[in-house]
């Protein structure tokens, strides 16, 4: 919005933006029903990136026989077994969901914390859930 004062010495122009915390970083984003004034840029979220790499990692330990479980593989990795349980989900994405993440094209409410409560296992219900964008 732009106002011109009566004197027409000053203009005020405001600007509708919220801010949102992606991946440790501030980004400046439309609010929700503001006309879109820039196409999105892709953000990669490392956070997402380094949590399905190690799911994938994972998961070819486990399947290689490397580690016969979950708890041993979180004994091997100095790490919380749940928490290796919850990120071990994430190797079941629909594909488009995680090359949008790869490609920085994921749905901006998509962060690791969501992703680490559960989500439908189906590849269609993820997709309507809007997970990707």
């Known amino acids: 919005m732009i106002e011109v004062s ?28 503001a006309p879109a004034w820039a196409p999105r840029r892709a953000q990669i979220d490392s956070t997402l990136v380094k949590a399905l790499a190690r799911a994938f990692r994972w998961r070819r330990l486990l399947e290689d026989g490397a580690y016969a479980s979950c708890e041993e593989l979180a004994a091997a990795e100095r790490i919380n077994a749940s928490y290796v349980s919850r990120v071990l989900r994430l190797t079941l994405l629909a594909p488009e969901i995680v090359e949008a993440v790869l490609d920085g094209r994921q749905a901006l409410k998509l962060t690791t914390a969501q992703l680490f409560r ?9 997709a309507r859930a809007r997970m990707a964008s």
Do not use: I, M, N, Y
């Open 118 to 126: 559960p989500f439908p296992v189906e590849w269609e219900r993820q």
């Open 6 to 33: 009566p004197d027409r010495r000053t203009v005020t122009v405001s600007v509708l933006l919220a801010l949102r915390r992606r991946g440790g970083r501030k980004q400046v984003v439309a609010p929700e029903g």
